[in-house]
């Protein structure tokens, strides 16, 4: 029986890891729409998908083997619900989640400063109205890409669109890391949730631009607001859809699997 991890150990693997996600997530962003080495074509879905999802990865990587790599309310709240984690754990997980969050935040502006700066300190930080990928969904006009004006997704559908990208996320973690069902073979289980995260994004992502992770949407929020980035907390947008939107899916996705899907997995060895 491993022994568990003390709430100080929690807290500085979780500040790591959501800080490495957010470094790679939000990075990407920054990295495909401002750094000059690159033409606004390099501005593409499937790259930021793809970033975010090696972040992910790397993430969990980096810090899975101390605290499991939650790295994200959404799943330290659902494991909770669940009774897969003492609620009495939850406030060390979160703590580091939303310090790592913020400290990610700062790294990205560390190092695209002059690009930001020079950019009017746009919103690469977080998702919804005005963020710089999610700017085509919500029906702005992207003249320094195509010049097209495309459509346009309500608060309450990005509400929609949070909720079942975290349930198909805490679905996806549960069957990954549960060694009873089909599982992935050696260390594989942190690149295959990677790649869940980047599949969310390539099907579910363009309507809320996928936070699926209270910590990354809100704490960069928070953080691009200080820096100078504007409108980030107008309306209700930031408190719906990526932080009660994500947690309501979060737990539905780990009742489903518990309730739908565990019960028929069958057992693996003696009797």
């Known amino acids: 029986m491993s022994e568990e991890p003390s709430d100080k150990a929690i807290i500085i ?15 990407v ?25 090696f972040a992910v990865a790397m993430a969990v990587y980096a810090v899975g083997g101390i605290s499991g790599a939650h790295i994200n309310p959404a799943v330290t709240i659902a494991q909770a619900v669940n009774g897969d984690l003492p609620w009495r754990k939850v406030p060390a997980y979160l703590v580091g989640q939303f310090i ?17 700066k020079a950019a009017g300190m746009p919103n ?16 702005y006009t992207l003249s320094e890409i195509s010049g097209k004006y495309v459509g346009h997704f309500s608060t309450a559908n990005a509400f929609v669109a949070e909720i079942i990208g975290t349930m198909v996320l805490l679905l996806g973690v549960y069957a990954i890391t549960d060694r009873e069902n089909i ?46 980035t504007k409108g980030l907390f107008t309306g209700w947008y930031w408190i719906g859809p990526p932080v009660i939107g994500a947690i309501i899916g979060g737990i539905l996705g780990a009742w489903i699997y518990k309730y739908l899907v565990k019960p ?3 057992k693996r060895g003696g009797a």
Do not use: H
């Open 264 to 266: 028929f997995v069958p």
């Open 183 to 228: 599982g992935p073979g050696s260390n594989m289980a942190p690149w295959l949730i990677g790649m869940l995260v980047g599949s969310i994004g390539f099907s579910l992502g363009g309507t809320s631009g996928y936070a699926i992770n209270p910590a990354r949407d809100l704490s960069p929020r928070i953080f691009g607001t200080l820096v100078g």
């Open 29 to 53: 962003v920054a990295n495909v729409a401002l750094a000059p080495r690159l033409a606004p074509q390099a501005y593409n879905w499937l790259l930021i998908a793809f970033g975010w999802g």
């Open 13 to 27: 693997a979780e500040i790591i890891g959501t800080a490495i996600l957010i470094l790679g997530g939000d990075g």
């Open 100 to 116: 790592g969050a913020f400290l990610g935040a700062a790294g990205v502006y560390a190092v695209y400063y002059e690009g930001l």
């Open 124 to 139: 690469v930080w977080c998702t919804g109205p005005g963020s710089i990928i999610n700017k085509a969904a919500w029906g």
